[in-house]
């Protein structure tokens, strides 16, 4: 009874003295977060996990020296057995943490709160991607070690790795869409076709990656809504990525009007309107004929914005001015169909003759009803497209 009473004590006295110890090293490493980040992420992420496998070890220490007289003991053994596996999985957490600690040190240097995040948002989703591999396997191998600790298992660890090629195949077979998941994600954390707050238009939806796994893919619409994708979608079906190489992107508002109506003006309203908002980040600004045929004509307008949502306001705000400067300025442009009645010569005084409307000249077209030159970007674009050096052949 005197020797348990000893254990006891000792037991909680090496315990008490433990959590003093992390205490104290907590209070002077949250000093030291003030002029340190790694020491802040520390102090943050590994104090519970620090606490735990120091205490858990005091503890296993203190019972295996004051119990020495009872070696042979069932007791004992399976007491400190159950001890060493706390300690294992204690410091399996705390690898973990210093991991995660390290990662979000990493992560914090890169922001994605800025225009052109491109190269942050790639690490970012290859972090995280690591982060899961990194502690499935820390979790796999910590429980593989502990269940060897087991005699049993371990005797039966021969036959596992002689039974291990068939039982491979099989769950291979089981496992067969789980795995293709499962490298399809890390193919696309490395592979850079999509990344973290990407914006994508996936089965008709257009939204942004809100979270990437190595199962699965959520994809946040823009009314808030969630599309569930498993990863290997991704590596096997077309979806469109709006900001792979850059944030900025372009978007079009397009009018059905009158054949009558003054392009020009409605060209320079549309350079004004870009001028006097935010929202348009100044590289491009276009009003183009794209077809005349259904006695309309119709125009295009291509923008620009730093970022998606930012465009979809801007393509709104411009149908919404445009659409109010035809009705207000130029009403009769607004659609209309015409019918001619009367006889085919022409010679009505009613009925226009090609003598009534002289040929206009040919003119150099206005830069803003250029899409592939007119400005640095639209010759960066035709560069692109066509290519420095060859030449363009139109039909």
Known sequence: MEDILITVGVTIAAAALALLFVAVTHVII???????????????????????AITLMAVQLAVRFTTVDSAGAEWRRHLLHGLVLFVMAAAAWLIGAFLV?????????????????????????????????????IVVVTVGVMLMTFPDVRAIGGGLLASAGLLSVVAALAAQ???????????????????????????????????????????????????????????????????????????????????????????DELRNLLEGTQLWDGRVCVLQVTDATGGMIRLRALVSAQDAGTLWDLRCLVREHLVAWVRDRQPTTMPRWRAEIGDSRGDLSWQWGERRRPASRPSEPHDDARLFGGSEDGDERNDAFVGPEEPVHTH
Do not use: C
């Not at 949250?30 to 735990?52: C, D, G, I």
């Open 101 to 137: 600690a390290f990662e979000d040190l990493t992560l914090s240097r890169w922001r994605t709160d800025v225009p052109d995040n491109r190269r942050a948002r790639q690490l970012h989703t290859q972090v995280v991607m690591l982060r899961r591999v990194t502690i499935a396997v």
């Open 30 to 52: 949250k000093k030291l977060a003030a002029h340190s980040q790694l020491a802040s992420e520390l102090a943050e992420h590994t104090h519970r996990p620090v606490q735990f």
């Open 177 to 267: 869409t789980l795995l293709s998941n499962f490298f399809a994600g890390l193919q696309l954390a490395f592979s850079d076709a999509v990344r973290l707050d990407d914006v994508v238009v996936i089965e008709g939806e257009w939204g942004k990656i809100e979270e990437l796994t190595l199962s699965y893919v959520v994809v946040q619409i823009w009314d808030d809504r969630r599309l569930i994708l498993p990863t290997s979608y991704f590596t096997s079906k077309p979806f469109q990525n709006w900001t792979r190489t850059q944030s900025a992107v372009l978007g079009t508002a397009e009018f059905d009007v009158d054949w009558s109506v003054p392009v020009q003006d409605m060209r």
